[in-house]
T-cell receptor, first 115, second 115 residues
């Protein structure tokens, strides 16, 4: 079955330190990959996506993600965390060749940045 | 959240009642989606619509119904047949229904609570 895994329910990091939120996927072929962020009681905001080309994708608010085909991973990173980055982060995948634009979401990782 | 509105923000339902959640978009997107979010489970697709007057079931359609009479509107009805409707409901849209690279943009959500 096609799936997305976010192995960490929560990631804690001190402000100013680098952060990584992990995502791995299990789909056939080369999927399209997305990261979204959700603040409490709000909808999801799009951060970035990987379609093709450079494995390092840059997105909103200083976030970037690295696509690793051999490890089937798409980890979200930021060089220096801010307290305002504290939120719930979702990784999603769209298998290539699907007849519709249907996303498969991970279960989310709560990022807590301590001042 | 820009361009997609959901109402109401909070909704309370008594057991046995049907309720309708509103979703409107002014992005001129063809495709629209309804997701359900439960703690620790990520987002699950309820229904999606690729074009006016057409919609398909997602992964958890039982107990829900939708309509798509206008391009900009995709209301979701939670019927009394839905046994556990308490959740956060998110509406999304994308430019085209079949392009896997398209980003889905989300509304602010409706929190439904069954009393």
């Amino acid at each position: 079955a096609q799936s997305v895994a976010q192995p960490e329910d929560q990631v804690n990091v001190a402000e100013g330190n680098p952060l990584t939120v992990k995502c791995t996927y299990s789909v056939s072929g080369n999927p399209y990959l997305f990261w979204y962020v959700q603040y409490p009681n709000r909808g999801l905001q799009f951060l970035l996506k990987y379609i093709t080309g450079d494995n390092l994708v840059k997105g909103s608010y200083g976030f970037e993600a690295e696509f690793n085909k051999s490890q089937t991973s798409f980890h979200l990173k930021k060089p220096s965390a801010l307290v305002s980055d504290s939120a719930l982060y979702f990784c999603a995948v769209n298998p290539v060749g699907g007849a519709t634009n249907k996303l498969i979401f991970g279960t989310g990782t709560l990022l807590a940045v301590q001042p | 959240d820009g361009g997609i509105t959901q109402s109401p923000k909070y909704l309370f339902r008594k057991e046995g009642q049907n309720v309708t959640l509103s979703c409107e978009q002014n992005l001129n997107h063809d495709a629209m989606y309804w997701y359900r979010q439960d703690p620790g489970q990520g987002l699950r697709l309820i229904y999606y619509s690729q074009i006016v007057n057409d919609f398909q079931k997602g992964d958890i359609a039982e107990g829900y119904s939708v309509s798509r009479e206008k391009k900009e509107s995709f209301p979701l009805t939670v019927t009394s047949a839905q046994k556990n409707p308490t959740a956060f409901y998110l509406c999304a849209s994308s430019i085209t229904p079949r392009e896997s690279t398209d980003t889905q943009y989300f509304g602010p959500g409706t929190r439904l609570t069954v009393l």
